[in-house]
């Protein structure tokens, strides 16, 4: 399925502004989009309805950190403010 799912490592959107992330992941995601001089267009789903603002932080922490990127954490209260 080339050219539909983005990698997840080295993605500056992934390990850049957290917000930008909080958004994707709660609000979803569809479209094309540009990661690494290439271009994605598939869908995330929207998973704000779904998860509680912890699960979607330790989500968030965990592929900011995954893959060789090193990233900081997302918490908790950053989810629940986007709410």
């Known amino acids: 399925m080339s050219g539909t799912f983005p990698?997840?490592?080295g993605n500056p959107v992934a390990?850049?502004?957290?917000?930008?992330?909080?958004?994707i992941?709660?609000?979803?995601l569809t479209g094309p989009v540009s990661v690494k001089g290439a271009t994605y267009d598939g869908a995330m789903p929207a998973w704000g309805q779904t998860l509680s603002s912890s699960e979607i932080a330790a989500a968030i922490t965990y592929v900011r950190s995954a893959?060789?990127?090193?990233?900081?954490?997302?918490?908790?209260?950053e989810v629940a403010a986007t709410r």
């Not at 893959?67 to 209260?77: H, L, R």
């Open 15 to 23: 390990t850049g502004d957290p917000a930008r992330v909080i958004h």
């Open 67 to 77: 893959w060789g990127n090193s990233a900081g954490g997302v918490t908790p209260a």
């Open 25 to 28: 992941v709660k609000d979803g």
């Open 7 to 9: 990698p997840l490592a």
